[in-house]
């Protein structure tokens, strides 16, 4: 898919640029388009260094288990089908709570592992995809992010008066999108009426 | 209330650390090193989609995309500038990166499109990415429900997002 949004992107841009005059523009965009590369690398690498030092303290310390304890009964009303003290779940919920402290890096190997484990417990037939496995991804589209520390990061470096003050909408906004996904799936799941969202705040 | 907020997350983490006898400036260096690497991993994808993104602004279609969408997403108060990162946003994340910066660049953190796409990006993600990685790594190839679901969840986001800027904000 990348394949043709990178190839579509550059081939409509020179087309359109081209044929409207704006040939300085395009090439000079292509001449700062590396440099101006790794200086956003630079600035949104530094906050996921930082933040990942941050969060190997928290994994060690064992304050994402615990916190994983504690979201445990709401996603188990969410994924009906997880066995109780089962694998998936484990896996769930250290996944749930590593996307809430903003630790992506963490957050996929712990999903795709809640993954095999749910296949593994669903028995599922070959290839098609159980209701919770499809409410477990949708929650992963969404963002439960507590700090979107990158973002953070990149308005403090655009200059941002306060960068965080975009938060309470943020917590908002995610909140609504993540309902819209869970009310969807569970109305495509047949439980009509399944009007519980988990989001932490 | 944000800044205690980040305050709070660093200095309660490192001292809940110390207090369970973790070893919290070696954890910390062993973490940092992984961010580090994860950050290098992703520079190739991040150049190639800055350039095919700061040649996208360069080429001026944005202005007349967003002329061509005003009066449509006009009613909702979506600000045009945003439109780019809402078409990016679910396809790669290195892509809405380069796209978020761009319009920092050309309008700023605080202007009403910045905030509007700050909200967007902050409570979005990388959806047919993550689809494509969760169900991949498991063999799926009947995702059901699964991408109207999540499409749904970021279209209400997008919606939202300009939403909550306009009231709360402003």
């Known amino acids: 898919m990348m394949n043709y949004v990178f190839a579509g992107l550059i081939l409509f841009a020179a087309v359109w640029g081209v044929a409207t005059g704006h040939s300085d523009a395009l090439a000079s965009a292509i001449l700062t388009g590396g440099s101006s590369a790794v200086t956003l690398i630079l600035t949104v690498g530094g906050a996921m260094t930082l933040w990942s030092g941050i969060m190997a303290i928290a994994e060690k310390s064992g304050l994402t288990e615990y916190a994983a304890k504690l979201l445990r009964p ?31 890096n963490a957050a996929t190997p712990l999903g795709l592992k809640a993954m095999q484990a749910m296949r593994d417990e669903h028995g599922v037939l070959s290839g098609q995809a159980s209701p919770d496995m499809m409410t477990f991804v949708v929650m992963n589209t969404a963002s439960l992010q507590l700090l979107p520390t990158t973002l953070l990061t990149l308005r403090a470096e655009a200059g941002a008066a306060d960068p965080m003050d975009i938060m309470p909408c943020v917590w908002l906004t995610s909140a609504a999108a993540l309902t819209a996904g869970l009310l969807l799936c569970g109305a495509l799941r047949g439980f009509t009426g399944i009007g519980s969202a988990k989001e932490g705040h | 209330m944000g800044n205690i907020i980040v305050i ?15 070893n919290v400036f070696d954890t910390f260096l062993a973490g940092a090193r992984e961010g580090m690497r994860a950050a290098a991993a992703i520079l190739p994808a991040l150049t190639a989609l800055t350039l095919a993104v700061s040649m996208i602004r360069a080429s001026g279609c944005l202005e007349a995309a967003g002329q061509m969408l005003a009066p449509l997403i006009g009613a909702i108060r979506i600000p045009p500038e945003t439109v780019p990162l809402m078409l990016i946003r679910p396809v790669s994340g290195s892509g809405a990166l380069a796209v978020i910066r761009g319009i920092f660049e050309q ?26 990685v969760y169900f991949g790594s498991v063999g799926v190839k009947k995702t059901g429900y699964t991408v109207p679901a999540a499409l749904t969840a970021d279209l209400t986001g997008m919606i939202f997002a300009a939403l909550t800027v306009t009231l709360m904000m402003y």
Do not use: H, Q
């Open chain 1, 74 to 104: 709401l996603l188990g009303l969410l994924l009906p089908g997880m066995k109780k003290g089962g694998e998936a779940e484990k896996y769930v919920c250290m996944n749930v709570v590593s996307n809430l402290l903003g630790l992506g």
């Open chain 2, 107 to 132: 309008s700023g953190p605080d202007s009403f499109a910045g905030k509007v796409a700050s909200v967007m990006m902050g409570s979005t993600e990388t959806t047919f990415y993550t689809v494509a």
């Open chain 2, 8 to 22: 709070l997350s660093v200095t309660g983490i490192v001292l809940f650390g110390l207090v369970k006898g973790v």
